[in-house]
């Protein structure tokens, strides 16, 4: 949630100076003065590392932000008002950070704003492409279908995100087991037969010794390896906030086996809806190209974008880039072409993203019937090794008393 900073004057006549967090510059205005304070001036603040608020996922729901739109669109086609719609929205949406914006929202529509320009207010929780096909459907008089249109986009998002995050939810939680299974070995289990090998004077392996080495780190050292996660953590944050270092690990991700295709698909299918549902919304090219750029969230895509646009203010076509470069595949840029020949880009584009959410989906399913048996091999090798250090020793141990 952003941060302002405000002016006020309090009631002794004392001018103060202070930072307030609120969703828009309206909301903020409002907390002060029932604060009883007379404001002189309320801004925005810049995001910093110190103020910035870091976030992996848009506060609102996408799943909620669909029913919205559903709602919204129907609404609208039943012929209530838009400030109407807003208001009956705002008090039935199970969304709390919702009902906030939609509150805020309805307050600039009955000061005369445009449901765009209200939008626009709220930019982290309505992206810069959502408030774009807003403003068209408003330039239109066609708001209702840029709504379900909207619709139709966020859904087919949501069903392909779901998607991926299914196909990865395996192995994190195998992995997640496997360490926790590990450190519960190295710091309960293997310590009860230190002793015992000391008592007996056995001659331990290296296995052995490996593992006894470890389970002495992580009982008295295990700081260190917190401080090793938090530090992974916050430099992890760091590359993917910068585009130079971001497009460095968005392309090692691209490059890795297996998960590397189902992103390139994915990228590539969000690319290709989005830019057909602005096309065909009538908002111009070259911004629907620069909106593209934000929601592809992936450097090495956004990049060549980046060149379709400046070749196309050239003169030259949209696809030229595309056809050099290996994340496109040559379908892609095929389409591309022929619907820029053909002047049905917004068809093309959107017969690309039907194409690539079907690969998606079989790219996933793929990825969970591969990844479960080396994930399985992963977490036995993990515990066998534990395992089998301690039962050498145990071995020699039961020989020697035979």
Same mark, same amino acid.
């Given at each position: 949630m952003p941060q302002f900073q405000y002016v006020v004057r309090m009631k002794t006549g004392k001018k103060q100076t202070g930072k307030i967090t609120a969703i828009s510059q309206r909301e903020a205005y409002e907390k002060l003065r029932e604060r009883e304070m007379r404001v002189l001036e309320v801004k925005e603040m810049p995001e910093t590392l110190l103020n910035k608020e870091i976030t992996f996922i848009n506060p609102l729901k996408l799943k909620d932000f669909v029913v919205y739109l559903r709602q919204f669109a129907t609404l609208l086609q039943a012929g209530v008002t838009v400030v109407d719609a807003?208001?009956?929205?705002?008090?039935?949406?199970? /969304?709390?950070?919702?009902?906030?914006?939609?509150?805020?929202?309805?307050?600039?529509?009955?000061?005369? %704003?445009?449901?765009s320009e209200a939008y626009s207010i709220h930019k982290r929780l309505f992206s810069r492409m959502f408030?774009?096909?807003? %403003?068209? $459907?408003?330039?239109?008089?066609?708001?209702?279908?840029?709504?379900?249109?909207?619709?139709?986009?966020?859904?087919?998002?949501? %069903?392909?995100?779901?998607?991926?995050?299914?196909?990865?939810?395996?192995?994190?939680?195998v992995g997640i087991i496997a360490i926790a299974v590990v450190i519960f070995l190295l710091v309960q289990v293997v310590p009860t037969f230190v002793e015992m090998f000391k008592e007996?004077?056995?001659?331990?392996?290296?296995?052995?010794?490996?593992?006894?080495?470890?389970? $002495?780190?992580?009982?008295?050292?295990?700081?260190?390896?917190?401080?090793?996660?938090?530090?992974?953590?916050?430099?992890?944050?760091?590359?993917?906030?910068?585009?130079?270092?971001?497009?460095?690990?968005?392309?090692?991700?691209? %490059?890795?086996?297996?998960? $590397?295709?189902?992103?390139?698909? /994915?990228?590539?299918?969000?690319?290709?809806?989005?830019?057909?549902?602005?096309? /065909? /919304?009538?908002?111009?090219?070259?911004?629907?190209?620069?909106?593209?750029?934000?929601?592809?969230?992936?450097?090495?895509?956004?990049?060549?974008?980046?060149?379709?646009?400046?070749a196309l203010q050239n003169g030259n076509p949209l696809s030229d880039p595309l056809k050099k470069h290996w994340v496109f595949p040559p379908l892609v840029s095929s389409m591309i072409a022929i619907g820029e020949q053909t002047g049905s880009l917004d068809q093309m584009l959107a017969k690309v993203a039907d194409f690539y959410e079907a690969e998606v989906e079989i790219a996933a399913d793929r990825f969970k019937s591969l990844i479960e048996p080396v994930m399985v091999v992963f977490l036995s090798a993990a515990i066998g090794t534990i395992v089998l250090a301690i039962m050498i020793p145990l071995f020699k141990l039961y020989n020697t008393i035979q």
């Open positions: 807003t208001r009956i929205l705002a008090n039935q949406t199970e /969304s709390k950070v919702l009902r906030c914006a939609l509150e805020s929202i309805e307050d600039e529509l009955k000061a005369g %704003r445009a449901l408030i774009s096909m807003v %403003r068209a $459907g408003e330039t239109t008089g066609q708001l209702d279908e840029a709504l379900e249109s909207m619709a139709n986009y966020y859904e087919k998002q949501l %069903r392909t995100r779901q998607k991926i995050q299914s196909a990865m939810a395996y192995p994190i939680t007996n004077n056995i001659e331990l392996p290296w296995l052995t010794k490996m593992v006894i080495s470890a389970s $002495g780190w992580m009982q008295k050292e295990w700081w260190i390896f917190f401080l090793i996660d938090v530090f992974v953590y916050l430099n992890f944050l760091l590359i993917i906030r910068k585009k130079g270092s971001k497009y460095y690990w968005d392309y090692a991700i691209l %490059r890795m086996p297996l998960i $590397g295709k189902l992103l390139q698909k /994915s990228v590539i299918a969000r690319m290709a809806r989005t830019l057909s549902s602005l096309v /065909s /919304s009538a908002v111009p090219i070259l911004q629907a190209l620069t909106i593209v750029e934000d929601v592809v969230d992936n450097e090495v895509v956004a990049r060549e974008i980046r060149k379709s646009r400046t």
